[in-house]
């Protein structure tokens, strides 16, 4: 893990950060947990089909229909070819029936099903974890025909319990419940937000100008607590450490919104990029992120390009692992 801030980079095991962050600081998670919401199943002509569930958009439990649940999300559809609106796809237990259809493969389902008090109890038995995509290609490339069970699992934060998200917050997988005990004895305190993350967070960025570059809409929640606490630090002068930057996202969002934070439900499409103001956030921890993400660009924006950059060749440098399952760094701001 280094450390990059106004002095050369410092290298060190993650069960070790609190060795690195300034004393008393907020650290704030996202506690957004994902959902097996990849749906694979065969259409009535025999030819297989794949959802990928993106956004609630409305339900509730019991359905009136006689269901378990009923519920009407946002969904990626793939190999749907002529499926006619109002026809019904089955993945076990589960049935979607199709209700609108829109531009890149974005449809609209209503979800009802059986045998599960709610729909991410049913998708447990039905669905599979989405696993970013330069994983599943690895994995197919490696003759694995779908997630591993072990994904489950490895593939959540140990404080995930907002079910909602396709994607998880991964810099804080590096986090065990040891070292969250750890840091709160040291004097550190925790605090939780949640915004599910979604598809979105893995496309690239391929307009000319960035800035044109449209982010898809992500449901965030702030709780009282949290606002509560974000205020306390800033004005006993602590730090406020983002773990991810789906926090970053998030604060600052509701910093935009409010000019300050706030607790409450809201949604951002907010694309942070160099030259971007921060208002809350002080520190961040992240992992190492692809080229021409929006994620990337977050980090420029907070820490500096050139010290990001030189940071990432250091990281290639030392065989450091890159992307969702590999190693974080702990950064400072820093000039644009």
Not at 50 to 72: M, N, Q, V, W, Y
Not at 140 to 169: H, I, K, L, N
Not at 317 to 323: K, P, Q
């Amino acid at each position: 893990m280094p450390r990059s801030g106004e002095s050369p980079n410092d290298h060190a095991h993650f069960r070790d950060i609190g060795a690195y962050l300034p004393a008393g600081a907020l650290l704030v998670v996202n506690d957004t947990r994902v959902i097996a919401a990849r749906l694979r199943g065969r259409k009535s002509t025999g030819g297989g089909f794949e959802l990928l569930l993106t956004r609630k958009i409305s339900g509730h439990s019991p359905a009136a229909s006689g269901a378990d649940f009923e519920e009407t999300w946002e969904a990626l559809g793939r190999s749907l070819g002529n499926v006619a609106l109002g026809s019904i796809l089955e993945v076990g237990a589960l049935r979607a029936t199709l209700v609108e259809r829109g531009a890149d493969g974005r449809v609209t389902v209503r979800l009802h099903g059986r045998g599960a008090p709610t729909l991410v109890a049913l998708l447990e038995a039905v669905g599979e974890v989405p696993l970013p995509p330069y994983i599943e290609t690895a994995r197919r490339e490696a003759g694995a025909a779908a997630p591993s069970v072990d994904d489950r699992t490895r593939y959540q934060t140990v404080y995930a319990d907002a079910p909602g998200a396709v994607a998880a917050p991964t810099a804080g997988l590096h986090f065990t419940p040891a070292l969250l005990d750890e840091l709160r004895a040291a004097g550190h305190e925790l605090a939780r937000v949640t915004l599910h993350v979604g598809p979105g967070t893995f496309r690239p960025v391929k307009t000319p100008d960035a800035r044109a570059h449209e982010m898809d809409e992500e449901r965030y929640a702030i709780p009282e607590a949290t606002a509560a606490a974000i205020a306390r630090a800033r004005a006993e002068g602590r730090p406020v450490v983002a773990v991810g930057t789906t926090v970053v996202r998030t604060l600052e969002a509701s910093a935009r919104a409010h000019g300050a934070v706030r607790a409450g439900e809201g949604a951002t499409r907010l694309f942070i990029l160099p030259g971007d103001p921060f208002a809350v956030v002080d520190g961040l921890i992240t992992n190492f992120h692809l080229p021409e993400s929006t994620l990337l660009m977050l980090v420029c924006a907070f820490a500096g390009t050139p010290r990001v950059l030189a940071t990432y060749r250091e990281a290639v440098a030392r065989g450091y692992r890159f992307y969702s399952y590999g190693d974080a760094m702990l950064i400072s701001p820093g000039p644009a």
